[in-house]
Nanobody
Framework: QVQLVESGGGLVQPGGSLRLSCAVS????????MGWYREAPGTHREWVAG???????AYTDSVEGRFTISRDGAENAVWLQMSSLTPEDTAVYYC?????????????WGQGTQVTVSS
């Protein structure tokens, strides 16, 4: 059974940093694009970042240069390092597996972790 479990969310002040983690089990980790998406209140879920099994990464424009996605096959984990956070980054962040492309999500989602950026 495939399972994605996110952690690392919380409350942070503007300009601060957080590191989100996604633990992956039950899926062939090396054959999936892994991604992070987020959903703010009143908006649709949007793609944030993605990484291939070869380590090629891509980011949506609004987080380019501030967020870094990484993965480790041995640890079956994906991370999202977020820095220079702004209130506009406030959202529930979801890990996704098996996407058809960087911004094309697969069917496998985690439960989400809340990130709140506020002073």
């Amino acid at each position: 059974q495939v399972q994605l479990v996110e952690s690392g969310g919380g409350l942070v002040q503007p300009g601060g940093s957080l590191r989100l983690s996604c633990a992956v089990s039950g899926v062939n980790f090396n054959y999936h694009i892994m991604g992070w998406y987020r959903e703010a209140p009143g908006t649709h879920r949007e793609w944030v970042a993605g990484i291939t099994n070869r380590g090629t990464a891509a980011y949506t424009d609004s987080v380019e240069g501030r967020f870094t996605i990484s993965r480790d096959g041995a640890e079956n984990a994906v991370w999202l390092q977020m820095s220079s956070l702004t209130p506009e980054d406030t959202a529930v962040y979801y890990c996704n597996a098996g996407g058809g492309g960087f911004s094309i999500p697969g069917r496998i989602w985690g439960q989400g972790t809340q990130v709140t950026v506020s002073s």
